[in-house]
């Protein structure tokens, strides 16, 4: 359950960061249209790759406090608190 709320961290983070790169992206190529002549084109192969390393850093993210969470018990985790 722990990883897939890591899962749909990732992805919404991917969308978001996708829709919102892209958005600056194309700002950049609006100011410099007069300067540079080049086309402008969505970057699929770019917002995949991010969505792609969003959704695997949030997972490693994930896992590292799980792992901890599952080599210990309730009972120990509380006495080292007090």
Known sequence: MILLKG???GVYAAI???IIGTGL???V???FKGVV???WSLPWINNGIACVG???TVLIATAWPM???TKST???ALRKEN
């Open 54 to 56: 969003a959704v695997v």
């Open 74 to 76: 309730i009972v120990d």
């Open 25 to 27: 992206s194309f700002g």
């Open 29 to 31: 190529h609006y100011l």
């Open 37 to 39: 002549d080049i086309e």
């Open 7 to 9: 899962i749909f961290y």
């Open 67 to 69: 792992y901890r969470l």
């Open 16 to 18: 978001y960061g996708s």
